[in-house]
């Protein structure tokens, strides 16, 4: 590199440059850039419109939403419901605590140097959900009572994925190790567990689950439709988690096995100590993303009579009083996915940086 | 020889403990008055039927049915929590025992009368399917449709209603098939098709919500008959006779001019009809193995069946539906109930 190349001026210059590289580099690229360059500009400026400048946020009667734009009034007037379900007014208070303290323990997560950070995240995973476990049903400590089939909207959406997504990560950890050990029963037993709930969609779990179990049990007998949907997420998803975690398992070189062996480390001791760390660090991107599905695939309790945040939505945007506000109902709840999404991902890509081991090349 | 004689005898003693326990249950009565409410399942959303308002409590039709039910059990209307299920769920948890009664806006049929194991208590809606279509089409009666694209939902009666319909008439047309309500209003909406049909009651609904609702019509003619009503299961008679007899006590109070507004007057009628119906004279309560005075407290706390119509359903909600067939039998209608006697 000569001197003057290091001195040219850069700044000014690097816009013009990456434009005329990347946008206009050949007849063709031009070509596309001013044709796509026309859509976007066309269609962001009535998308904008649509959305904010002409919308309807405010006002009291359906009759108010006249404008060309959205009616986010639909949506103001229903969050209370599209956020606790049928859960009672006076009682929301435990949800909003909840919701409280789940962000407490994970906001945190995303400020480096945060203090207590790690305790913070460590409660999010076991305190938590031990105190919502409590809170939420209520009927003990004084709590009121509220029964399951009026937990509704955002906060169901949340509970599904998020014990699906804690309890499904230690039994497919179990399974992982299970599928890897030299014991054949345990070995069987782990291979027909994840090929036979991996092999089937959840939506046929989800529908045995509701459908066809109440009948199996006996008379009299019966466990709430969440709870069984519940079970069956988690053993769903504890079958996909396993196979990622021994995607991880195996990828640790065999000297890693051997050396910790070596030490007169025990089984236990050497999978908590050596081998998981390594392995379960390797394959954040796969776990980040099997709950991230798992996350979207929620919805799927739809079919099963459950309220999450879309069966709420899509219960009420036939109400006749209203004018068509499906899309606005649907715009909501894809930006609700979004949020939870978009942040599950940036966390994980977090936490990657953060426990860089030096497997990346 | 021994084994299979071994395991005979277990198999008749296994099956002795089920038959036990089962003969053991208690009666849906009982067991509804242990829980101290009453689980009544409905639709995950329906106009008019049952549909969340704002506020996140239940409305409609079949849900005020559910009601009735509990304010004659308990006296409190408001003892009662609803278990939405989709059109696959429903009879199961019903046979479950998930929940007590079924009021899910449910066509009476033959076939599920007699073999799913249910009972139809009685009809709290006469539905039928009729035809909504472009004014500019110039049709004025179904029998003109020959060769229409019909836009319908998918997985309902509906779409065997139709065919037979034209099947019958000797027509042909092509079904456009959608999966909610919402796309087949879109579907119409759009012009993919040129009718669009479903149940009478939800038609005005999604007339409703086309951008320019004058620009479409219902046609006059109804091609089917669909009892709504609520279900229970069988073998409990007791409680067949309650959610049948709660039905009818609404439908007599309008015969006999009772409603909310008036019925604590009412109670020192000198009728003898309207003293029986509201436990003032005679034991009809009991019969059944309810309160003496659980005609009040249905009329108390839903309305007679006029009231619980317009309130969801009537010429003055969204809906707005005429009474029609579901009009007293001395109005015209066919809603005619046994009397309370």
Known sequence: MTESEVQRPKKALAPVKW???????????????????????????????????????????????????????????????????????????????????LAVAFVPQFIEGFPARKWLGIFGLTGLPVIGFFMIPGGLFGLEPVESSKWGGLMLTLILAYI?????????????????SEMPVIRGLSVVFIEVWRAVPLITVLFMASVMLPLFLPEGMSFEKLARALIGITLWQSAYMAEVIRGGLQAIPRGQYEAASALGLGYWKKMGLVILPQALTMVIPGIVNTFISLFKDTTLVLIIGLFDILGTVQSTVTDPAWQNVAVEGYVFVAFCFWVFCFGISRYSQNLERKLDTGHKT | MKNTKSIAVGAVMLCSVFTASVASAATTLESVKEKGHLQCGVT??????????????????????????????????????????????????????????L????????TRDASLGLNFAGVNYYDGQGFLVKKDLGVDEASQLSGATICIQA??????????????????????????SEQTVQGFASG???????????????????????SAKI???????????????????QWFNIVKWVLSVQI?????????????????????????????????????????????????????????????????TPLGLDRGLNALWTEGGIMYAPPVR
Do not use: H
């Open chain 2, 44 to 101: 995950t959303g329906l106009p008019g039927f049952s549909q969340p308002d704002d506020k996140g409590n239940w409305t409609g039709i079949d849900v005020d049915t559910c009601r009735a039910v509990a304010a004659a059990v308990f006296g409190d209307p408001k003892a009662v929590q609803f278990t939405p299920l989709t059109a696959k769920e429903r009879f199961t948890a019903l046979q479950s025992g998930e929940i007590d009664m």
């Open chain 2, 155 to 180: 997985g309902t009666t509906t779409e065997l209603n139709l065919a037979d319909y034209f099947r019958a008439k000797g027509m042909d047309f092509k079904p456009l098939v959608f999966d909610t």
């Open chain 1, 19 to 101: 434009i005329r590289s990347n946008l206009f580099s050949s007849w063709y690229n031009t070509l596309l850039t001013v044709v796509i360059g026309y859509l976007v500009l066309t269609s962001i400026a009535p998308l904008m419109n649509w959305l904010f400048l002409e919308a309807t946020f405010t006002g009291a009667e359906p009759s108010d939403c006249a404008g060309e734009g959205a009616c986010w009034l639909f949506i103001n007037q229903r969050l209370n419901f599209f956020i606790y379900g049928f859960y009672p007014d006076d009682l929301q208070w435990r949800v909003d605590a909840m919701f409280i303290l």
């Open chain 2, 103 to 110: 009021s899910r806006n449910t066509t009476w049929t033959l």
């Open chain 2, 252 to 316: 007599n109070a309008e015969e006999l001019g009772v409603s909310s507004s008036n019925v604590d007057d009412m109670l020192k009628s000198d009728n003898p009809n309207i003293q029986r119906l509201l436990g003032t004279d005679g034991d009809m309560g009991a019969k059944l193995g309810l309160p003496d005075d659980f005609g009040y407290a249905i009329v108390k706390g839903v309305g007679n069946y006029g009231e619980m119509y317009n309130r969801n359903v009537g010429p003055d």
């Open chain 2, 219 to 237: 046609l006059p003619e109804t091609i089917s008959k669909e009892p709504l009503g609520p279900v229970v299961r069988q073998g409990d008679d």
């Open chain 2, 192 to 214: 993919r098709c040129d009718v669009l049909t479903s149940d009478r009651s939800q038609l005005a609904a999604l007339r409703s919500k086309l951008a320019e609702p004058d």
């Open chain 1, 164 to 180: 699906g997504i804690i309890a499904s990560l230690p039994i497919g950890t179990l399974l992982a190790l299970g599928r890897r």
